[in-house]
């Protein structure tokens, strides 16, 4: 499928959806509030109000769903990008390990 303008092998769709992010790191796990902006078949962009988020940290994502025809959303991924957006948020690049 590789050819499109971003050059990817799969397209993004736009959600701008909230979502959960179940973030277990060595610490402790801890939940997280957040907006997924956008989803493809091995990815998505989270965006959210914390300053950052380590790259190789491990997260469950939880979407839900607002029409009973399509079931919610539930993956395990792994952090490969975090940028900082200012006022103590980033934008966060995951990559889907499983859907659960």
Known sequence: MLG?????????MMI???????????????TLQSVCKDISATGMSLELDESSLEIGTLVNVYIASTNSQIPSLSA???????ESTGDNSCVVGVEIIEMT
């Open 4 to 12: 499109y303008d971003d050059k990817r092998n799969f397209f993004r």
């Open 16 to 30: 701008n959806s909230a979502c959960e992010i179940v973030v277990n790191d060595d610490e402790s796990s801890r």
């Open 76 to 82: 395990s991924a792994k952090v490969v990008r975090c």
